[in-house]
């Protein structure tokens, strides 16, 4: 389970058991109800506010990654590019221009499944 689906497990949790106490208390101490709601109401925004803090900081992670990972993809194809104009001009030969490319090829996939697994999120 990633990072994120344990926090929303942990906020629903937390939730719900705040609740189900809510029920008791209001149910079995009717006079103490009304303070109780209070605190209920108090607790229920906290926790939002702290959960709503937590998802954003972690959406502003996954957008300065996201544009890492798009940086050193457009460095990689500069690179590459690099490698092929070498290769045309007769400066490295086939066999290291063969494995520099897969190399190449083998590091853009493996950022561009990471960044396709970004915007799933």
Do not use: C
Not at 79 to 108: G, H, N, S, W
Request: proline residues 1%; without cysteine; glycine residues 4%.
């Amino acid at each position: 389970m990633r990072h994120e689906e344990r926090l929303q497990m942990l906020w629903a949790v937390s939730f719900i058991i705040s609740g189900v106490v809510f029920g008791l208390a209001f149910w079995f101490t009717p006079i103490i109800g009304f303070l109780a709601v209070l605190g209920y109401i108090i607790l229920y925004v906290g926790l939002a506010f702290a959960f709503l803090m937590v998802f954003r900081g972690m959406a502003t992670l996954n957008i300065e990654l996201m544009d890492a990972l798009k940086t050193r993809k457009k460095e990689l194809e500069e690179m590459k590019r690099a490698v092929e104009k070498k290769y045309y001009k007769k400066k490295i030969d086939e066999e290291t221009f063969k494995k520099l490319m897969q190399d190449y090829e083998e590091k853009l996939t493996e950022i561009e499944v990471k960044i396709n697994n970004l915007k799933r999120i």
